[in-house]
């Protein structure tokens, strides 16, 4: 009886080890197939080695936040030039040797009215533009897709509401200080290149092309912030508390991001991936992912 029950059990312990392979040979191949539909994409959104500018608007909100900043730019470069023609006038004109009685008055008030004036209006003339933005940015419409963010300390957690699925990313080569031999190989086995080194992660945010897509951005442990820069979207995940943010990407690809909050140690290493792939790519994705992740 002994014999026979020792017999049961190691039969029993083969048929979960088998059944494990199988699940886990099914996870890879599933993986795999993922990984070479959402291949090809053209990378849009990435860091470029010394250079100062946006990356490349692929929203509306994104256009909106750099025709606000050339205008801005070009109104604060007026009234630098504007200073220093004046600061230059008044050393040339009324320096000791031009001007060697100097007057004595303590107040000009048309003066005095003129420069409260003026810049009331320049700021009156900023906000017009500027607050639309913001209120265009704020306003969150009724979303095609909803996703849930939750930052923790050192990943991001995707949930979609809507379709259950749930995963975690992680960057790719986490806990690596250099770029080894071992995470090139892992970086090229998820299609990305050396130089997507601490940008890239191992499960992207798969959105479809033209969707509009709300995002509900909350906190595990502290103040985390989810920002995609051609996106024109930004917003810190508090702990206890929702904040909400949309977007509508117009152009198909593969978009960077990373924390922008200060998390702790390892808080450079939170990057963000949004894949924008066409509808009937995403549909084949969302069927991949709800038997891969599900909640």
Same mark, same amino acid.
């Given at each position: 009886?002994?014999?026979?029950?020792?017999?049961? $059990?190691?039969?029993?312990?083969?048929?979960?080890?088998?059944?494990?392979?199988?699940?886990?040979?099914?996870?890879?191949?599933?993986?795999?197939?993922?990984?070479?539909?959402?291949?090809?994409?053209?990378?849009?959104?990435?860091?470029?080695?010394?250079?100062?500018?946006?990356?490349?608007?692929?929203?509306?909100?994104?256009?909106?936040?750099?025709?606000?900043?050339?205008?801005?730019?070009?109104?604060?470069?007026?009234?630098?030039?504007?200073?220093?023609?004046?600061?230059?006038?008044?050393?040339?004109?009324?320096?000791?040797?031009?001007?060697?009685?100097?007057? $004595?008055?303590?107040?000009?008030?048309?003066?005095?009215?003129?420069?409260?004036?003026?810049?009331?209006?320049?700021l009156v003339f900023i906000g017009s533009f500027s607050l639309p933005v913001l209120f265009k940015q704020q306003t969150i419409p009724d979303g095609d897709i909803h996703i849930?963010?939750?930052?923790?300390?050192?990943?991001?957690?995707?949930?979609?509401?809507?379709?259950?699925?749930?995963?975690?990313?992680?960057?790719?080569?986490?806990?690596?200080?250099?770029?080894?031999?071992?995470?090139?190989?892992?970086?090229?086995?998820?299609?990305?290149?050396?130089?997507?080194? $601490?940008?890239?992660?191992?499960?992207?945010?798969?959105?479809?092309?033209?969707?509009?897509?709300?995002?509900?951005?909350?906190?595990?442990?502290?103040?985390?912030?989810?920002?995609?820069?051609?996106?024109?979207?930004?917003?810190?995940?508090?702990?206890?508390?929702?904040?909400?943010?949309?977007?509508?990407?117009?152009?198909?690809?593969?978009?960077?991001?990373?924390?922008?909050?200060?998390?702790?140690?390892?808080?450079?290493?939170?990057?963000?991936?949004?894949?924008?792939?066409?509808?009937?790519?995403?549909?084949?994705w969302l069927a991949m992912a709800q038997d891969e992740f599900p909640v």
């Amino acid at each position: 009886m002994q014999g026979s029950s020792l017999i049961r $059990r190691g039969l029993a312990a083969f048929a979960t080890a088998v059944t494990g392979l199988v699940v886990a040979g099914q996870a890879a191949a599933q993986s795999a197939e993922m990984q070479e539909l959402l291949s090809g994409l053209p990378v849009v959104g990435h860091p470029e080695d010394r250079a100062i500018g946006f990356q490349p608007a692929a929203t509306e909100l994104a256009r909106d936040i750099h025709w606000l900043d050339t205008m801005l730019l070009w109104i604060i470069s007026g009234i630098v030039v504007f200073v220093l023609l004046l600061l230059a006038f008044v050393i040339v004109r009324y320096n000791r040797r031009m001007h060697p009685e100097p007057k $004595r008055f303590t107040h000009n008030s048309p003066l005095e009215v003129a420069w409260t004036i003026v810049p009331i209006v320049i700021l009156v003339f900023i906000g017009s533009f500027s607050l639309p933005v913001l209120f265009k940015q704020q306003t969150i419409p009724d979303g095609d897709i909803h996703i849930k963010v939750t930052g923790y300390q050192w990943y991001w957690g995707y949930e979609y509401v809507d379709d259950g699925v749930y995963f975690d990313a992680f960057m790719i080569g986490s806990g690596n200080g250099a770029l080894t031999e071992e995470v090139s190989a892992d970086l090229a086995s998820y299609g990305y290149s050396d130089d997507d080194f $601490r940008l890239a992660a191992d499960n992207a945010v798969v959105v479809p092309l033209g969707a509009t897509v709300v995002m509900t951005v909350t906190g595990a442990d502290v103040i985390h912030s989810w920002a995609m820069p051609a996106f024109g979207v930004k917003q810190d995940a508090v702990p206890g508390r929702l904040a909400q943010l949309w977007f509508r990407a117009e152009r198909p690809g593969v978009y960077f991001g990373q924390c922008s909050e200060l998390c702790g140690k390892d808080h450079a290493y939170m990057p963000i991936v949004v894949k924008v792939v066409d509808r009937q790519t995403y549909d084949a994705w969302l069927a991949m992912a709800q038997d891969e992740f599900p909640v």
